[in-house]
């Protein structure tokens, strides 16, 4: 199958704004981490994960599609926040941006009549959709308990199920 040019650079372009993505949330985690708030960091190592992951995704994409990888350079995350809001609101920022390039990639696949890719992306597309609604939620609980109150979100994300198990030691 042919990728066009126009779409297989965009493709590459995401692949670094996954990976940049990634890279972020291990810094916002990182953050977390440092403040002993194990859940929120454990919450936002899982994020990098799933950033990863989908940088994987459109690499192996690229390359089933016949495409020309190529990542392109990324960004150092941000490293510092004032405040757990700042570190939250950021990361829902990113997936309302990383939302927008979704929809920009399935444009240029529709104005290729790409329908491979087309499918490819609808996965983008409701992921997106968990995405935003997931750190939109982080941010309404984080602003209610306040940042003298970290620890109700801590009992938050135990409660909900929304914390993975601790990797293991070693």
Do not use: C
């Amino acid at each position: 199958m042919q990728t066009s040019t126009q779409l297989n650079q965009a493709l590459n372009q995401q692949v670094g704004n996954e990976m940049g993505a990634s890279l972020q949330y291990i810094s916002i985690a990182a953050h977390f981490d440092a403040q002993s708030l194990t859940g929120l960091a454990r919450f936002f190592y899982r994020q990098a994960e799933e950033e990863r992951e989908h940088a994987m995704k459109f690499v192996h994409y690229i390359v089933d599609s016949g495409g020309s990888l190529e990542i392109p350079p990324v960004a150092a995350p941000n490293s510092s926040f004032a405040s757990a809001h700042e570190a939250v609101a950021l990361a829902l920022e990113w997936e309302r941006e990383v939302t927008q390039q979704i929809y920009r990639l399935v444009d240029i696949a529709k104005e290729d009549s790409n329908y491979f890719a087309i499918r490819f992306l609808d996965w983008f597309v409701n992921e997106q959709f968990e995405e935003v609604t997931s750190m939109d939620e982080m941010l309404d609980v984080v602003d209610r308990a306040g940042e003298e109150n970290l620890l109700a979100v801590e009992e938050f994300l135990a409660r909900e199920g929304k914390v993975p198990e601790a990797p293991p030691e070693g």
